[in-house]
């Protein structure tokens, strides 16, 4: 169950196996089918998720009953309304399950206590932070800056592998255009 | 010198003596004229910097030559082109000074040695991170959903103080409007 997060953790700090049983110890598992919420506007939100398997969805809803998707993960990466979590103020995203989902939680006291019984951590989610926070920041200026095609080819680099996931209108949706757009402009690209 | 960074840092770790003296050994003060710039497009970028005094301000030239207002920066706040900083790419933003200011820059090298000397630093820069994250995070949904009077709200809350600073027409920039809808909308807020 710990091996991919395991892996993830690696990639950036080093554990003994005492520390590798705390953090286990704080984890807790999570199962989530398809359609699922993780998260509902509104909720307060105790914990993020690292997501061992599956594909999940971030969106919004405006004032019109539109939605805004501002993000997907997948397996490796985390999740949460951050600005909940780390604010503890009410969630304003939804997160639900485009597949069935294998997560692992941890709760904002848990990560704290974590914090203070291996310092590691601290070094790891900085790293994490720091990557997300360039990663946002780009997407920002995508979407500002950059033709639809650009705004796709970003987000195919971003998201390897996620194209046969996650259905088109919702590909669409997360760019910012209509799927006869995306259609048109994989057309395009499969020709050029 | 070291005043305003040391209360800035006491604020989420506590430092003993000898690591404030370790730190200040790795802090490079320096002054900067009004319109000087701090980074340019295009450079590379080894420094974060902190700012002791002045106002600076983050912007992007997008191809039709039209600047885009990112950011400003005030006393305590820290400044870069973080995605160049952070990933060792060149800077795609420029930052100027809107006022005459001193700041005091850590390399990225030192930053690295200060976290292994003082790892207490690895928790105030996450800290920092997941403040700094989730703000630009609202600063991208209120561009999306507010109206131009919300976004002025917005930026009057996270700027107290700076409107007397900074030219009309820069704020006008940031908000992503015309400087003669600025003033229409100040003389409706004042009048409401």
């Known amino acids: 169950m710990f091996d991919s997060i395991d892996e993830h953790i690696a990639e950036h700090i080093s554990l003994t ?3 590798l049983e705390v953090f286990h110890s704080l984890l807790v598992p999570k199962r989530m089918r398809k359609r699922q919420y ?6 307060y939100v105790n ?8 594909c ?7 004032s019109g009953g539109n939605e805004h998707t501002v993000q997907f993960a997948i397996e490796n990466w985390w999740v949460s309304d951050f600005g909940a979590f780390f604010k503890e103020r009410k969630a304003r995203f939804n997160i639900d399950c485009l597949e069935h989902s294998e997560l692992l939680g941890i709760h904002r006291d848990d990560l704290e206590l974590l914090y ?4 590691g951590f601290e070094r790891f989610f900085r790293i994490k932070l720091s990557g997300a926070y360039v ?3 780009d997407r920002i200026l995508s979407a500002m800056e950059k033709t639809s095609t650009e705004r796709y080819l970003d987000f195919q680099k971003r998201y ?13 949706n997360y760019l910012g ?10 057309r395009k690209l499969a020709q050029s």
């Open 135 to 137: 990663a946002l920041q």
């Open 116 to 119: 203070q019984k291996i310092p």
């Open 38 to 43: 993780l998260i509902q506007e509104g909720d």
């Open 160 to 172: 390897p592998n996620i194209e046969q996931r996650v259905p088109n209108y919702l590909i669409a």
């Open 47 to 54: 914990y993020q998720y690292f997501v061992s398997k599956g």
């Open 56 to 62: 999940l969805r971030t969106f919004e809803v405006d």
């Open 177 to 186: 255009i209509k799927p006869e757009s995306l259609s048109r402009l994989r």
């Open 17 to 19: 196996d005492k520390d």
